[in-house]
């Protein structure tokens, strides 16, 4: 086994089994439900903060709370809460981006007693003063929140180590991202997905050490030739064990992203030393664009994507549908109208954690890898 796979095989880790190590170890862990929660907050009182996005299987309980038709990380999120699977977490911060996550908050309130509910309802109109403001006061509030589980009072101080620490992390996989597109035979889209999700699981330093080495190696090795099609991905949610095979069986190499779940982590920083660090967090949410789940009045999440596509000289777009999602589902006819204009060759993959049969998945793909 090379060095490289040795390093990418330590990042392959279970969420529970992680849950369970930092709490044997004394920790407390905060969950942090899709998107964008500040986890510098959580990191910066001395807990560790632990994105969970559901998980692949079955719906099953969340069913009595939610229709079928809600998109599927939210209710499996739900059916590890009411299974008791999350029960060592300290509360679980559930953003209010979308009317899905509202409803999880509430669901939640009700339902899962073991795990307190932190509601962040970000204001949507978030460039404007008015809107930093009111963002910068819901996360006033939810470190009074965090202060009481952590028992201890938030330093700004701290806050700045954290933001330090995250931005490190950030720019460590941008760099993973550039290296991986050059390198396309040893990151293979599930090599790429390992590094991007495991990032939600770990304590960022001891992540960010593993991702350093990772690039070391990469930066060492030639850069490689791939007999394939080079796509760049969009979407929500793109760690599907299965579909990522199927990207690997039609040698399709994945470039870059636009995909919440992976360089939503990543593509911006946020502002270091200034007097005020909790609004620098909240700042951070204005400066975001192209997000399928921030308002986005000037629709630049298709001139993003056209730009990746270009900056890697990829052949085409898949476009990763989570099913039932009303966001992801609005923006896309306008990005595959953009597309098509721009003669970029694109394809919808709908996707779903509880697909357990993956033949127009497959087909669509390997259609797609033939036109372009």
Not at 49 to 73: N, R
Not at 210 to 217: A, F, L, T
Request: glycine share 6%; with cysteine.
């Amino acid at each position: 086994m090379s060095n490289i796979e040795a390093l990418l095989n330590k990042l392959d880790v279970c969420p529970f089994e992680q849950l369970d190590k930092y709490v044997a170890e004394g920790k407390k862990v905060i969950g942090c439900a899709p998107v964008y929660a500040p986890e510098e907050l959580v990191y910066a009182l001395g807990m560790i903060p632990m994105g969970i996005w559901g998980a692949e299987g079955e719906v099953t309980l969340s069913k009595e709370y939610f229709p079928a038709f809600y998109a599927a990380p939210i209710l499996r999120l739900m059916d590890l809460g009411l299974e008791g699977k999350l029960d060592k977490m300290s509360g679980m911060i559930i953003p209010g981006l979308s009317d899905g996550l509202k409803s999880l908050s509430q669901n939640w309130k009700r339902a899962v007693k073991n795990v307190p509910c932190l509601y962040i309802g970000y204001g949507q109109n978030r460039k404007i003063k008015a809107g930093l403001d009111f963002n910068e006061k819901q996360y006033v509030k939810l470190i009074a929140e965090l202060e009481k589980i952590a028992d201890c009072k938030l330093e700004n101080s701290k806050v700045e180590e954290a933001i330090l620490l995250y931005n490190k992390h950030r720019k460590a996989l941008q760099e993973f991202n550039t290296l991986a597109a050059k390198h396309l035979n040893t990151i293979t889209p599930t090599y790429r997905a390992r590094v991007m999700s495991s990032a939600y699981f770990m304590d960022k330093a001891e992540h960010l050490a593993i991702v350093e080495e990772i690039n070391n190696e990469l930066k060492a090795m030639p850069e490689e030739a791939f007999d394939g099609k080079k796509v760049v991905t969009t979407g929500l949610l793109a760690n599907s064990p299965e579909i990522l095979k199927i990207f690997e069986n039609h040698k399709l190499g994945i470039v870059d992203d636009n995909i919440n779940h992976e360089s939503g982590q990543f593509d911006y920083l946020v502002d270091e030393g200034t007097d005020n660090p909790v609004r620098a967090l909240a700042k951070w949410i204005s400066d975001i664009e192209g997000s399928t789940l921030l308002y986005d009045p000037e629709k630049l999440r298709g001139k993003i994507i056209m730009d990746k596509v270009k900056k890697h000289n990829a052949d085409g777009v898949a476009y990763l549908l989570t099913k039932f999602s009303d966001s992801d589902e609005f923006d896309y006819p306008i990005i595959r109208n953009e597309l098509n204009e721009a003669g970029i060759m694109n394809i919808l993959v709908e996707v779903d954690q509880q697909m357990t049969n993956f033949e127009q998945a497959n087909t669509a793909l390997q259609t797609f890898a033939d036109m372009i």
